[in-house]
């Protein structure tokens, strides 16, 4: 993203939108975090306070409705934590074992108190070693894991295998880098959300997930297309001098 940005030749302000989160950092990345924050809701609630902030500094204007705004997604991101709590809370600990394919969930992880093992790290480019294959067929078998779960954007090859050799269920596939189509169940940032956590939790306790599960957004449509407003943000930041990066 930072090189994105420099080579716009844009001399708009570069804001870190990840600035109010406190960030998980993984042996081999060096000073560089793990960037996927936004699967903990709570962290998202940080991402909209520097995205209301930096707004209402370049439009005051608009500051009413701004916070207007701010305060009504905000309520649906913490009706979405809510929700997920409950969910998770309800799965015995000694279930609560998230395998995934690549390892975009370790803040979902701290957040809900879930043991978090991906087969890769936290880019989907790196090469899958064999022996990161057995150490996961070994735990599967060796804690008798009920389910593990491929990402919508990852192809599922390796772990239909991983789940044949212990027996473990594939659950329903997550989305982790990017949010889904139009008329998917991942549709928006709190569908995604919500379909990943109702996903794992079936998929944990040994429960089959319906077919037709499509989650609603909370809140009024109004609302729930702020999600969408503060993701045009992001894009339309160079023109509007408003520029947000992940760190």
Known sequence: MEELILNSGTKAPMIAATKYIEPIYKDGMGMSPDPHAWMDPLSSVQYIKVIKESLIAKFPEYSDEIITKHNAYKAELFA???MISIWMDSIPKED?????????????????????????????????????VKKLINYIK?????????????????????????????????????????????NSYINM???????????LLGK?????????????????????????????????GVILKLQ
């Open 96 to 132: 609560r074992v998230l395998i995934t394919s690549h390892d975009a969930f370790s803040y979902f992880g701290r957040r809900y108190d879930v043991k978090v093992l991906p087969l890769l790290g936290t880019s989907t480019e790196a090469d899958i070693e064999s022996s990161s």
């Open 193 to 203: 959300m919500k379909y990943n956590a109702r996903s794992i939790f079936d998929g």
């Open 208 to 240: 089959i997930a319906p077919n037709d599960f499509y989650p609603q957004s909370f809140g009024d449509e109004e609302n729930g297309s702020f999600a969408f407003i503060m993701l045009g943000v992001i894009f339309i930041g160079l023109f509007f």
């Open 142 to 186: 060796e804690n008798r894991v009920k389910a593990i779960f491929s990402e919508t954007t990852i192809n599922p090859k390796v772990l239909q295998q991983i789940a044949k050799a212990t027996g473990a269920s594939l659950g329903l596939p997550l989305y982790a880098d990017s949010i889904g189509d139009e008329g998917s169940p991942g």
């Open 80 to 82: 979405l934590h809510d």
